[in-house]
């Protein structure tokens, strides 16, 4: 089922034009893989699908519901859930509060009724989920490892349950065992009907993915089965 | 009580009772005429007691309106004393006052640069906040509460420091402001002989609480020996105060407090409202 389509979508700074009318179709249940030379624009596509910044032209649709009709801060806080490549953790805070965080951001802009306790099971659960046990979890985000650290971002974007996850770059300050681990998570997310949309240089990731796209052409190689 | 006659020298003074002054200087003034220096001039004193500040200012008001005339003076020898012996506190007050306006000046400003650079270091955590979803003006109300709450406890911790030692800095001041006071009365005296009040050697004040209205008549001159005598009663000034903390001033304190919290959260909110998280992110170092 289509859950992010992608409709003439342009990009610009100042007069250099990094997006030019991109068209494309995620699905969930898919893992998708964004490559491209450096420049190509890929971290600036997944900037604009996360709505941090706007397109100078085109559309998105999220569940068939034009992104510009919607709050971006309730998009970005439900609909869509951004790993970013250096992690962005709040690091004066535990693995566990900056999960809770969001999901309280998340309920808040919900006006949903925020329940501690609730937030804290699920939290602790969410971290499980990517291999980080209680210890890991109630400790600083500066103490963890690279890995570890990636792990909590990951379970930050789950926390309130996106249909879409964008990852920029999930492996790339990460060893080999580390990445396959992490691309594990991403394929466990994938079976679990999430739309997991990848930047990538990694060819190992790249492998991993069920649809490749090269960005200056947007075409599209389907993986073998 | 009045009396004609000399009035620079207690010795030439007649007391007697207001009418026989008034047929004397009636007399005198239908034999002669009022300008001229042979008619016998008379120097009216009259005694209220009016009890309150508040009743001695109504009397002052009333005898005003109902034509006393200008060459009458109303004062109250208990008041002008206690004005005197105000002196010092009131210098100190006036002197606290301006220092308040500095220091809230130029609290205001450190707490203001404080909070710009506070916001800049900061800015990583609002990047992060906005690129998950938190909305601007929720920072925002997060950082502004964040401001109140150490100005709230700020306001707790100087108001306790400032009510436990303002009574004894109080009284260092004023020690310090009455010396000088003394010093000052001390070399008016030596060098003309009076204080700068006019008055001539200290004398034990008189504290009865009354109203007085002098006559001068025709004279020009009108200060009376017994008036001269109530202003060199400059010596008791208030040495101490027992008080000077109340809950106006610790009012007024959390009122300041919380102004200049305001002003330095504003600082803040404008900074938050004009950052992109993702130009944040991207020049994260």
Redesign the interface.
Known sequence: MEVLKLENLCFSYGSKQVLNGVNYSFENGKIYAIVGKSGAGKTTLLSVISGLVEPTEGTIYCNGEDMKSQDKYEYRSKNIGVIFQDFNLLTKLTAKENVELSMEISKSNDKQKIDKGEIERKAYGILDQVGLDRDEADRRVLKLSGGQQQRVAIARALSYGPDIILADEPTGNLDEETQEEIMDIMKKLAANGKCVIIVTHSSYVAGCADERIELKTMKKSTKKQ | MGGPGQQTDPANEIYTSYNTLKKITDTSAAKYSSSSTTAISGNLNGTYVVGTVANYKKFKTQVSDLGLSSKYAVSSTDIESYERSAEPLENLSKFAGYFLIVILLVGAIILVVMNIFSTRERKY?I?????????KS?IAKLFMSEIMIIALVAVVIGGTIGTVASVPVTNALLSSQITQSQTKSNDMQQSFGRDNNGAGPSQPSDNSSSSSSNSSGSSSSSASGNSDSNKGAVSNYISSVSNSVNIIVLLELLGSCILLAIIAGMVSVISIMRYE??QI?AN?D
């Not at chain 2, 990047?127 to 909305?135: E, N, Y």
């Open positions: 955590e990047g992060v906040l906005s690129a998950i979803g938190m909305k929720k998280p993702l992110l994260r």
